[in-house]
Nanobody, 127 residues
Framework: QVQLVESGGGLVQAGGSLRLSCAASGRTFSALAMGWFRQGPGKEREFAAA????????HYADSVKGRFAISRDNAKNTVYLQMNSLKPEDTAVYYC????????????????????WGQGTQVTVSS
């Protein structure tokens, strides 16, 4: 089982930026595909961004494409989500997720494909 701890959430004004971090332990990080999901008030959990275990492939939800960037540092066992041009509708609890994979370039973008989750970090964007 992978342990995931998110950090970096907070309150920001619309148009601002935040960088979320997710530190992983318990398994070889470079063997994990990683993803970020979010759950807004009264909404279901939705996909935001994903990255392959090697970092060579990334994928974004249309709602965040061009504003968010996912990256990873395998030496630090950490995945990041840089969020720019934030909007009030980005307000949500953001969750980091991980799944082991043998395929270096593969990413995953549905919650059921992941088997480890962090506790979440709150992001609030004020208008």
């Amino acid at each position: 089982q992978v342990q995931l701890v998110e950090s970096g959430g907070g309150l920001v004004q619309a148009g601002g930026s935040l960088r979320l971090s997710c530190a992983a332990s318990g398994r070889t990080f470079s063997a994990l595909a990683m993803g970020w999901f979010r759950q807004g008030p009264g909404k279901e959990r939705e996909f935001a961004a994903a990255i392959s275990r090697s970092g060579e492939s990334t994928h974004y939800a249309d709602s965040v494409k061009g504003r968010f960037a996912i990256s990873r540092d395998n030496a630090k066992n950490t995945v990041y989500l840089q969020m720019n041009s934030l909007k009030p509708e980005d307000t949500a609890v953001y969750y980091c997720a991980a799944v082991g994979t043998l395929t270096t370039g593969k990413y995953y973008y549905t919650p059921r494909e992941y088997d480890s989750w962090g506790q979440g970090t709150q992001v609030t964007v004020s208008s």
